[in-house]
């Protein structure tokens, strides 16, 4: 076989994806998914414990409704990056046909810059919401416990996401694909 017509190995930069923003993007997905997984178990046996009281006992447990409550808050607001990473979330299908499908690498980069800005502006007015709680010294009427801190997990879930939006932009081959075999 001649030199011409050996096939060459093609390497399409479509599909790569450099090893360190695989390593950070994989670290995100775990952290996130562990405070997913964390705030809902701990917020199922807060329920589960009160429950427990009030039929067993007669009385139920100080502070374990409104510890639920605080976890389930955190599962959901870090739900929404956690999604990100799966394609999971609902989007507007009707422009879809509207530009040629030549264009789709095309419209899902810009897509994902767009993303990107809102999550960044998202977490950034996060920040400012929960300063000002800070700064005014906001408590929980029941616990001993500083909402900012609750709050903070808006920061980390936008900016979460707006990170890998961001590296769907540099690395399409990180972003999900939908049940559609379509690239969110």
């Not at 329920?47 to 976890?71: M, S």
């Not at 029941?142 to 939006?165: E, M, N, R």
């Amino acid at each position: 076989m001649e030199k011409s017509e050996q096939k060459q190995p093609r390497f399409d930069r479509q599909d790569y994806v450099p090893p360190a923003m695989r390593f950070i993007y994989n670290i995100i997905v775990k952290a996130e998914t562990f405070i997913c997984y964390v705030s809902f178990l701990a917020g199922t046996i807060a329920l589960v414990v009160d429950i427990f009281g009030r039929e067993v006992l007669g009385q139920g447990v100080f502070g374990a409704q409104r510890v639920a409550v605080y976890c389930m808050a955190v599962a959901g607001i870090m739900g929404f990056s956690y999604v990100v990473s799966h394609g999971g979330h609902l989007r507007p299908t009707i422009l879809d046909n509207l530009v040629p499908q030549k264009y789709n690498a095309l419209t899902a980069r810009i897509a994902d810059v767009i993303s990107c800005l809102l999550c960044f502006f998202l977490a950034y007015a996060s920040y400012l919401f929960i300063y000002s709680t800070y700064t005014i010294g906001e408590q929980d009427m029941t616990l001993p416990l500083y909402i900012w801190k609750i709050q903070s997990v808006l920061v980390f879930a936008f900016g979460f996401a707006g990170i890998k939006f961001l590296m769907f932009v540099f690395a399409p081959a990180l972003r999900p694909v939908s049940d559609e075999g379509v690239d969110i």
